[in-house]
T-cell receptor, first 115, second 114 residues
Framework: AQKITQTQPGMFVQEKEAVTLDCTYD???????LFWYKQPSSGEMIFLIY??????QNATEGRYSLNFQKARKSANLVISASQLGDSAMYFC????????????FGAGTTVTVRA | SQTIHQWPATLVQPVGSPLSLECTVE??????LYWYRQAAGRGLQLLFY??????ISSEVPQNLSASRPQDRQFILSSKKLLLSDSGFYLC?????????????FGPGTRLTVT
């Protein structure tokens, strides 16, 4: 079964607007971590933000915030004030267990920012 | 600061030829190391990971193998490439301590098997 589901294959957003990228996950482990990565056309994966399952507050990193809804098993990424440089593929990933190193990745969402 | 290097950046190899991709990390010690493969327009598939020298865990049975001859060196190999081995190969590292274990990726190698 898919551990990470990203249902939006592609999205368009106007420059300076906010965009929300959906991510749902499936795990029975009470301890897990959720990650978002950005992959521009160059191919390199860039770590954006992390949310732990026991974190009480939603994670934020600059223009990135994670809308963590634990009961719904949802970890949506919000990018505020979109910039042309935000055009890229975005991946949601999960680490299960307190010390498991492995990440499971979703299929990704392509974001295109329009001027 | 830590940096991760991968080479070559691109590679075109005929079917049946051998493969060796190299990954090195600088600025940290005893990192966890990972090899991923990404098919065009798809997510990442974990191939191998290593928590120490000589310790390799395989996630997917396939035509590839990995080795870690030194603490900060991770090598992906194949004796005979298949067409299905084409893809984008990414190496990553993470700290062996901390909470999040976020992984940091190298620039990747685009492999085309012809």
């Amino acid at each position: 079964a898919q551990k990470i589901t990203q249902t939006q294959p592609g999205m368009f957003v106007q420059e300076k607007e906010a965009v929300t990228l959906d991510c749902t996950y499936d795990t029975s482990d009470p301890s897990y971590g959720l990650f978002w990565y950005k992959q521009p056309s160059s191919g390199e994966m860039i770590f954006l933000i992390y949310q732990g399952s026991y974190d009480q507050q939603n994670a934020t990193e600059g223009r990135y915030s994670l809308n963590f809804q634990k009961a719904r098993k949802s970890a949506n990424l919000v990018i505020s004030a979109s910039q042309l440089g935000d055009s890229a593929m975005y991946f949601c990933a999960m680490r299960e267990g307190p010390s498991d190193y492995k990440l499971s990745f979703g299929a990704g969402t392509t974001v295109t920012v329009r001027a | 600061s830590q940096t991760i290097h991968q080479w070559p950046a691109t590679l075109v190899q005929p079917v049946g030829s051998p493969l060796s991709l190299e990954c090195t990390v600088e600025g940290t010690s005893n990192p966890n190391l990972y090899w991923y493969r990404q098919a065009a327009g798809r997510g990442l598939q974990l191939l191998f990971y290593s928590v120490g020298i000589g310790q390799i865990s395989s996630e997917v049975p396939q035509n590839l193998s990995a080795s870690r001859p030194q603490d900060r060196q991770f090598i992906l190999s194949s004796k005979k490439l298949l067409l299905s081995d084409s893809g984008f190969y990414l190496c990553a590292w993470s700290q062996d301590r901390g909470i999040s274990y976020e992984q940091y990726f190298g620039p990747g190698t685009r492999l085309t098997v012809t």
